[in-house]
């Protein structure tokens, strides 16, 4: 098994009570309640908003008005049809196995290749370590983002007010109230901090889309409709980053008092992504269409300085800072049992947890400062590790779990697999290339000045 074992054990069995999830007395397992349908659409909901909804306006840019859209809704269909795929792998090798719960996404990936053709059956811890070293990136990434763009927003909340600070102090600034939220252990009580940040992302979006149309749109002939592949490469990169919540699936799914309602036909996960991917549409197409080639890499950059605008940055900060905790909590979860036998710690060790977060918050506060670039960030963070994890693994996952002794999966899903396979692997090389082309141009213009 991947070291990355999910303890958010709910019983899948809906006629089981939330406390057969409970381990006996005198275990070490870590026990969390069970959620419900809404605590879990809260999470999820979270999970997938942050930065990337406020940077679809600068991922449009690079896009088109036309071409953005459209390919919005493309990578929309594509990841959720990858969170279902990655369910239904997870469930057929919980059937196979014998298992209580259904595994998470390392867990999934290592036990198809466990149990898939002969030939690959030894690349199966590999894979599953290479998954959760992905997952730690991605979900580490996120937090770095974070860190940036809360301190940007911040720095332009204090010179309204005649205070100019760095960049980088306000990041100092920001890492006290990070932390504290971070040192919450259990997904549970992670759900009025969510549902908060959520009020304050929505709230924050629709204040931002009211500055965007109150005085009327530009005609729609200002704006490019399309454009070259260079920025089609940087636009399939912040999108990508947008819909950042796989590696949530299986942890909010296994945590659920009714796992089952995850992902049926109107399930937290088909509302969920239905109701995100139509924000992300609507505040790219807006925030293009307003700020056209000015659109910052959030748009609350180009709100001004009145004060509405100024406590949209602020609401908008703290959903962001309290969404912090829930990207950080899948990274520790997968971290922390490897971090924990290192140390030679047994049992639950809250005081030794309570320090590793304290210290991988430093790392992520360390890396921000060293990179304040906000949208390219975005980009690269997006090409390089999302796409893996959102549109590489799963298609993998599901030719190897379909195939049978001396037979295929079959010409369907090898055709469709491949188009999403190749589709990826562009977006992967051709996004991380110009996100980090445009990094290296960015530091040395910095350098000039």
Known sequence: MSSNSSKLTAPENEGQTAAAAKPAAGSHEDYHPPTSYLETIVHLFKGNIGPGLFAMGDAFKNGGLIVGPLLTVVIAVICIHCQHVLIACSKKMRDLRGDPVCADYAATVEQCFENGPIKLRGWSRTMGRLVDVFICVTQLGFCCIYFVFISTNVKQILQAYGIDLDVHLVMLLALAPVLLSSLITNLKWLTPVSLFANVCMILGLAITLYYALKDGLPEVTERAYWTNGSQLALFFGTAIFAFEGIALVM???????????????????????????????????????????????????????????????????????????????????????SAKQVCGMEGRSLAGELIFRSLLVLVTLAIAELVPALGLFISLIGALCSTALALVFPPVIELIACSEPNKGPGIWICLKNLIILVLALLGFFTGSYESLKQIVKHFGEEDFH
């Open 251 to 337: 942890p909010l799914k296994n945590a659920m008092r009714k796992p089952r309602q995850f992902e049926s036909t109107l399930g937290v996960l088909n509302v969920g992504m239905f109701l995100v991917s139509v924000m992300f549409m609507f505040a790219g197409s807006v925030g293009y269409m307003k700020w056209g080639e000015q659109v910052g890499g959030s748009l609350t950059l180009n709100l001004g300085d009145t004060i509405l605008a100024q406590s949209v940055k602020l609401m908008v900060s703290m959903g962001v800072l309290l969404g912090y905790p829930l990207q950080f909590f899948v990274a520790v979860q997968i971290m922390w049992p």
